[in-house]
């Protein structure tokens, strides 16, 4: 009756994938070493590897293949040690990385469109790594099945780890025959084909991976109702998929703060946990500093905080230092874990996160690696990044909401809601972003918003052409490779009022478009050239040319709600570098929301925050962070904290006080309503609680 999982926020795994002896040998592995180095790290949770990339197996398995190097029974070993010190035992079993069982069963293989095996890293000449990719479709199957059910009957584990879940593209008999069954046409071969019927195929691959995921669950939940499962990358899998796991793990594709935002806002509230592996480098070790950093961001955006290296040499022996370093991270989290449960977040803006839009509109046909495939997400989630960036940057309060989870009632907590190329609207998603702006609600448009049906086919105008008081023409890609594709003049709305006074630049296409009413903010220029071989203008992008009348940027009043539209790829672009979407979107914020929670700062770049409210002790819980230590590798000086201001009706603040690094009370102002309050300077993190 393990429910570890909930609060367990010091997690580590020492992630050594190990080839057989004589590469790895093994022969100092010790248990006592490894207990040593748990307690110095400080952790309370241990993914423990059962089965690794290699496909060797670390406990007395009847039908895996053991590492060479083992005297013991490693597993058996070491979980009672976990035990003794009532750290969370997290069983590690991988899946689709697995050297040992597609060379042992070549039938096994998952294979490409010209029947080769998939191999990890292949087609990667910068990989260091190529383990095999066996196919679950086949007899690997029930080797899969049958060892899990033998790590759980025999160590019954707290939780269960898979990694490298999800499910690469294979031409195998079996897929193959599955693909056409369901769909009535053969799996495709070519890039054109893969193209034309990406939604199917990425249907398809995560179905399987689905029914996968059942069949583990239906087994081991046999055995320990409550062991709870995950899966790696699990922000990134489908809601379906989501809803099904116990709790979320991922690894950071945002870096650790953004990423720990997605992955509480993908979790549905289920103990998301997020584990970077790039902040330890054994042997080419970082700054303590920068561990601490990762470390409090993770926790800050409400995630359970775990780290992975690799800490152990060829003989199973351990570098300490290691140990010591993250020791020394955790010892700080020991500090203000008690503030990290029962809360939930403060956030003003939402950004809506779709699971279908990445798979609508493609560039290329699908990755075939599972991983791969998950890691790279589209042009959705570039700029779903993008306004994630800019909305951290504007020190406003946000969150990403899942469409599916954003009802009606949900998006009236909200200020403003962001649609970052949410290419297709569900109408009952229309249905209810009218009802909220009629109601006083501001929604914020951006590049190809509701230009398409379910099926990726461009629409005639936009889903929300009423609200957006203006119709669509058409996409112009004219200028693409211009890169700075056209130029915008500015009216003198305050909407520009942070930007500098020029015709700032938009990226690779721009949408055309008529006013159907709303009010028109900037007009598009073109460049003065298209960009060839043999025309071009200088080293630079070609710079602007004449003015048009096509409308870049519109504001609609509707009911009682505004609509703000960029006719081009407005969030895309913060994630290309151009300099001037922050300084819009902040004029913007400043016009039309009046926010609840706002950090006012200079350090605009290197401060970080987060508000949660934790009802059951009537009190929000503020996270202030300096990005420092990472921006300049482990200096760490002291940054002005800022000047906190909260503007919450319902809310009479009594108190604020610093609850870590120290504790202390802080001054604070109360005027027109607002409450003022200057924070202390912040060299990683500190942590408020702020009393109602
Ligand atoms: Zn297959």
């Known amino acids: 009756m ?21 590469v790895v040998t093994l022969e100092h592995l010790n248990a006592e070493e490894f207990e040593r180095f748990f307690l110095e ?27 060479n190097g083992l005297k013991e029974d490693w597993v058996g070993r070491i979980v009672p040690i976990l035990r003794k010190h009532d750290i969370e035992f997290n069983a590690y079993y991988c899946f689709e990385y697995d050297q040992y069982a597609p060379t042992s069963h070549p039938e096994w293989a998952t294979r490409m469109r010209n029947g080769e095996p998939l191999i990890c890293g292949a087609q990667n000449p910068d990989a260091t790594a190529k383990w095999g990719i066996p196919c679950y479709e086949t007899g690997y199957r029930a080797y899969v099945l049958g060892q ?81 499962i995950t899966v790696n990358f699990a922000s990134h899998y489908p809601k379906e998929i989501r809803d099904k796991l116990d709790y979320i793990f991922t690894e950071p594709w945002a870096g650790n703060w953004l990423s720990g935002a997605y992955a509480r806002d993908t979790s549905g509230g289920k103990y998301p946990q997020l584990g970077p592996g790039d902040v330890s480098q054994v042997y080419n070790y970082k700054n303590d500093a920068v ?6 961001e993770i926790a800050a955006q409400g995630c359970r905080v775990f780290m992975y290296s690799e800490p152990m040499h060829y003989d199973g022996s351990l570098d300490f230092t290691e140990a010591q370093k993250i020791g020394k991270a955790y010892r700080e989290v020991e500090k203000f874990e008690s503030c990290l449960k029962d809360r939930e977040l403060l956030a003003d803006i939402a950004i809506i996160q779709s699971d279908s839009a990445d798979s609508l509109i493609i560039e290329h046909p699908v990755i075939a690696r599972s991983i791969g495939r998950a890691k790279e997400g589209g042009l959705h989630r570039k700029a779903l990044l993008g306004a994630m960036q800019i909305c951290d ?34 109408s009952e998603l229309k249905h209810d972003l009218e009802e909220y702006v009629k109601g006083g609600g501001c929604i914020f448009v951006s590049g190809e918003t509701g230009t398409y049906d379910q099926n990726g086919e461009l629409l005639e105008d936009f889903a929300l052409s009423e609200m957006q008081g203006c119709h669509f023409i058409r996409k112009n890609t004219k200028y693409q490779r211009n890169v700075w594709s056209a130029y915008i003049t500015q009216t003198n709305g305050e909407v520009w009022k942070y930007c500098e006074k020029t015709t700032p ?49 519109y504001q609609n009043s509707y009911g009682r709600g505004t609509v703000l539209q960029c006719c081009f790829a407005f969030f895309d672009m913060q994630t290309e570098e151009f300099a001037w979407v922050k300084k819009f979107f902040q004029g913007v914020l400043e016009k039309y929301i009046a926010p609840s929670v706002y950090l006012d700062t200079e350090n605009k770049n290197i401060l970080e925050y987060t508000c949660f409210d934790r009802k059951s002790s009537n009190e ?24 906190l201001i909260l503007n919450i009706p319902d809310k009479q603040i009594k108190a604020v006080q610093m609850f870590y690094p120290e504790n202390k009370e802080i001054t604070f102002i109360q005027k027109e309503g607002r409450i003022r309050c200057r924070l202390e300077d912040v060299r990683i993190h500190s942590v408020y609680k702020i009393k109602y």
């Open 2 to 22: 393990s429910k570890k999982y909930k609060e367990t926020f010091r997690g580590y795994l020492v992630d050594n994938h190990s080839p057989d002896a004589p």
């Open 41 to 67: 790290s400080n952790i309370n949770h241990l993914m423990l590897y059962c089965k690794d990339h290699w496909g060797n197996s670390y406990y007395d398995t009847n039908i895996g293949k053991l590492h």
């Open 148 to 228: 899990l059910k033998e790590i759980i009957e025999k160590y019954r584990p707290d939780s269960l780890f898979i990694d490298i879940f999800g499910k690469s593209l294979c031409y195998c008999d079996v897929c193959r025959r599955q693909f056409k069954e369901k769909y009535g046409y053969e799996l495709p071969e070519n890039d054109q084909g893969l193209m034309k019927n990406n939604g199917d195929i990425v249907q398809f691959l995560d179905h399987q991976a689905e029914e996968m995921l059942d069949e583990v669950k239906d087994t081991l939940k046999k055995i320990d109702p409550d062991l709870a």
């Open 291 to 296: 561990y601490e950093l990762a470390a409090a």
């Open 393 to 426: 940057y504007s020190k406003y309060t946000w969150q990403v909401v899942p469409e599916l989870e954003l009802s009606l009632s949900k998006m009236k907590q909200y200020k403003m809601i962001i649609l970052p190329n949410l290419f297709y609207i569900r």
């Open 505 to 553: 630049p938009v990226w690779h296409y721009i949408l055309e478009t008529e006013s159907a009413g709303a009010n028109i903010l900037g007009t598009f220029r073109f460049p003065a050239v298209e960009l060839t071989d043999t025309q071009w203008v200088n080293w630079g992008y070609p710079l602007p040319g004449k003015e048009t009348a096509i409308p870049a940027v």
């Open 620 to 643: 929000l819980i503020l996270h202030e962070l300096s990005k420092m230590a990472e921006i300049a590798f482990g200096d760490t000086p002291a940054i002005p904290g800022g000047e």
